[in-house]
């Protein structure tokens, strides 16, 4: 059962434009949702996260929106660079005693010159 | 520091054979959480070990086991193989459980079963 929904699979856009990547989610219980960057070869590694009680959270060209009512959550990478080039999931995880991350299915994500 | 390291890198096996992969977590860190990744998805939490005991089990069957060490490494086990096993296994360790531990991945083993 995939209870976090990412989308689109694929994406490609110009240096300098903003990327977006929109995940949904099912679980009412989660409320912690974080962003993974994995390039090639390498594991995932934290991007940024938010919980439920803000809307926005902004880390230099990075920035989640959040949107608890439609249970919706959004990753936009502002001035994208070639370096921005991978594969990113959206995640989530609650107060389950454990920190088990729900991943989406995940974006490869092309920035072309 | 050392990040968290994983062995093999890659490993090939047959159909019903049995698999062991390592998993050296990151100072100072005591829990472990491995994850399967098939090719072109997510990962999938298959479970989590706090100070040497199960903390947490994702929908795997038994034949999936691990195991945690003193010095917090831990090993995954995999009896009785089957093609869809065939995966990228990640582990990923953190300084506690609970939402505040942001969790470090090593950079996983590949597992192809033929």
């Known amino acids: 059962q995939q209870q976090v929904k990412q989308s689109p699979q694929s994406l490609i856009v110009q240096k300098g434009g903003i990327s977006i990547i929109n995940c949904a989610y099912e679980?009412?219980?989660?409320?912690?949702f974080p962003w993974y960057q994995q390039f090639p070869g390498k594991g995932p590694a934290l991007l940024i996260a938010?919980?439920?009680?803000?809307s926005e959270k902004k880390e230099g060209r990075f920035t989640i929106s959040f949107n608890k009512s439609a249970k919706q959550f959004s990753l936009h990478i502002m001035d994208s660079q070639p370096g921005d080039s991978a594969t990113y999931f959206c995640a989530a995880t609650g107060n389950f005693g454990n920190e088990k991350l729900t991943f989406g299915t995940g974006t490869r994500l092309t920035i072309i010159p | 520091e050392t990040g968290v390291t994983q062995s093999p890198t890659h490993l090939i096996k047959t159909r019903g054979q049995q698999v062991t992969l390592r998993c050296s977590s990151q100072?100072?860190?005591?829990?472990v959480s491995w994850y399967q990744q098939a090719l072109g998805q997510g990962p999938q939490f298959i479970f989590q070990?706090?100070?040497?005991?199960?903390?947490g089990r994702g929908n795997f069957p038994p034949r999936f086991s691990g195991l945690q060490f003193p010095n917090y490494s831990s090993e995954l086990n995999v009896n009785a193989l089957e093609l869809d096993d065939s995966a990228l296994y990640l582990c990923a360790s953190s300084l506690g459980t609970g939402r505040g531990y942001e969790q470090y991945f090593g950079p996983g083993t590949r597992l192809t079963v033929t």
């Open positions: 938010i919980r439920p009680d803000v």
């Open positions: 070990y706090y100070r040497e005991e199960e903390n």
């Open positions: 679980n009412t219980a989660f409320d912690y």
């Open positions: 100072s100072g860190h005591n829990t």
